[in-house]
Nanobody, 123 residues
């Protein structure tokens, strides 16, 4: 079974910083894209940032210049450094990974999600 475990959420004042981490574990042959999504109360889940295995990145316009996504392929871990946080960044942040693992006794690609970590930014 593949698991994605996030850490690093919490409460911070506006203008502050937080660093989220997400470690993938289990039977993993390779990880393609890894990303962070967020969902605020009453809103749809949205993409925050994504990074390919080769290091190419893409960000939501709302976080460009403030957030940085990175990954450590040797540790199957993705990070999200969040600076200059704003109250509108308050949400549950979810880690996502597209990876090759064993599914129904065959090697296949699947999409996996973490359980989510709460980020709250006070004004």
């Amino acid at each position: 079974q593949v698991q994605l475990v996030e850490s690093g959420g919490g409460l911070v004042q506006a203008g502050g910083s937080l660093r989220l981490s997400c470690a993938a574990s289990g039977i993993i042959f390779s990880i393609n894209a890894m990303g962070w999504y967020r969902q605020a109360p009453g809103k749809q889940r949205e993409l925050v940032a994504v990074i390919t295995r080769g290091g190419s990145t893409n960000y939501a316009d709302s976080v460009k210049g403030r957030f940085t996504i990175s990954r450590d392929n040797a540790k199957n871990t993705v990070y999200l450094q969040m600076n200059s946080l704003r109250p509108e960044d308050t949400a549950v942040y979810y880690c996502n990974a597209d990876l090759r693992t064993v599914i129904h006794d065959s090697i296949a690609t699947g999409e996996y999600w973490g359980q989510g970590t709460q980020v709250t930014v006070s004004s």
